[in-house]
């Protein structure tokens, strides 16, 4: 199938990894296979310094990244706006996320329960991690993040890990101190991978990778301990991938791991096994149109549901082969979706005139409750769209990032309960 790269109405950041040399494969391709343990950790302010700029070398080759000391960035407390009520029952907040360019990003929204925190990013062009509350109070921004992207927390809950995208770093804080460390996740001679998804899989941290060239996307390993990497970490797969995909674990398989890619239509999904020789393709299948903006499996591990622009619904597809086992019926530009843990769905929509988050009960075809954001006060010509992966949820609440191109570096947090 010729598979095209387009920009669509879900717009996803497009990005591809930088070529480096190595030994392990993907496919045909080639990329450097290792970093040495524990090396390249630095505190934030180093990570920013160094991925600022566009810069793409920075340092000479065969050698990692030695910047000059800098003071360490560390996380502010942020003024709390106060949450102003909206007309569905609910709150709305104003998230600051300077860099953030409406239409033509990505976010990550991570639920933390046991903390009783959001964390929000804004992914290419951004620099800060927003933490708030489960009310929506803002309550600090850990800063110096370049391209804060895809976000994780480690099994235990007592680490983020955030992949900084406009460079080759992942960012760790500590989920009680909010201290903070960097592993470089980038060839040895400097270069930029464009971290783009984390996950957590049979206890290692997978981070997909790829930069705005489009060469040699894939997926890494990194030890979450030692932070010892390797950059080429499938060992085999039928098609090549060809921009970083998204990554989601399996529950009750702790040694699967599904990629779909982003910003390339059709996409490529694709269900790994860990293997002690890297990640081996189990099952391959595709959207049949569309990238895919966000993955949600169910807690069976039995299906992901897959918001992939087209088709124009919602589609459950088997975690074992990838055939399509059910629709979700929601409208145009599917670009979001969650399942609670009891498998109700929350599924988004980029249709701006139209309902933008549609629940299902497990099967369901026809949606218990919708939910529209509307548009600015009396301008119904500027409608709010709900941003790419931008959806969460927690009991009975929704938590939703909409996004309007007449307020750049801004993105607003909509909580809604059903």
Not at 94 to 101: D, F, K, L, T
Not at 158 to 182: H, M, R
Not at 307 to 319: D, K, V
Not at 381 to 404: C, F, K, P, S
Request: proline residues 9%; negative net charge; hydrophobic residues 35%.
């Amino acid at each position: 199938m010729n598979r095209m790269i387009k920009r669509a109405c879900v717009s996803v950041a497009v990005l591809g990894v930088l070529a480096g040399a190595g030994s392990a494969a993907l496919g045909a391709q080639q990329g450097p296979t290792s970093g040495e343990p524990g090396a390249a950790t630095l505190p934030v302010a180093q990570v920013a310094r160094l991925t600022a700029g566009g810069t793409t070398k920075t340092s000479a080759p065969g050698h990692k990244p030695r910047p000059t000391p800098t003071p360490t960035a560390s996380p502010t407390p942020s003024p709390t706006p106060t949450p102003t009520p909206s007309p569905s029952n609910g709150s709305d907040v104003q998230i600051p996320m300077p860099g953030y360019a409406p239409y033509y990003g990505f976010a990550d929204i991570l639920l933390d329960e046991a903390h009783g925190r959001l964390y929000l990013s804004g992914g290419k062009g951004t620099s800060d991690v927003v933490v708030t509350d489960l009310d929506g109070h803002i309550l600090r921004t850990l800063p110096g993040i370049a391209g804060a992207a895809g976000m994780t927390l480690s099994p235990d809950g007592s680490k983020l890990y955030v992949a900084a995208s406009d460079g080759a770093w992942i960012v760790i804080f500590d989920t009680e101190t909010f201290d903070s460390t960097s592993y470089w996740v980038g060839p040895n001679d400097g270069t930029m991978s464009c971290p783009r998804d984390l996950a957590f899989a049979a206890g290692s941290l997978w981070v997909s990778l790829g930069c705005d060239d489009g060469s040699n996307a894939g997926i890494a390993r990194v030890d979450p301990l030692t932070g010892r990497y390797d950059l080429n970490a499938i060992a085999s797969v039928d098609q090549t991938i060809v921009r970083p995909p998204l990554l989601a674990p399996v529950p009750g398989q702790p040694n699967m791991l599904i990629a779909g890619e982003t910003g390339v239509s059709p996409a490529l999904l694709v269900r790994f096994e860990v293997t002690a020789e890297g990640l081996v393709q189990r099952a391959i299948g595709s959207t049949d149109g569309g990238s895919v903006a966000q993955l949600a499996v169910t807690p069976d591990g039995g299906q992901v549901i897959v918001a992939s622009g087209y088709p124009y619904y919602h589609r459950a597809l088997s975690t074992a082969d990838f055939t399509e086992v059910h629709r979700y019926p929601t409208t145009t530009y599917p670009n979001a979706v969650v399942v609670r843990d009891d498998g109700l769905v929350v599924a988004g929509t980029a249709s701006s005139y139209e309902d933008d988050v549609w629940v299902f009960q497990p099967g369901g075809s026809t949606p218990v409750t919708t939910f529209d954001f509307g548009h600015l006060p009396n301008q119904e010509t500027w409608a709010y769209r709900l941003v790419d992966g931008g959806l969460a949820v927690r009991g009975n609440r929704i938590y939703a990032l909409t996004e309007q191109l007449s307020e750049p570096d801004m993105m607003t947090l909509r909580i809604r309960d059903m």
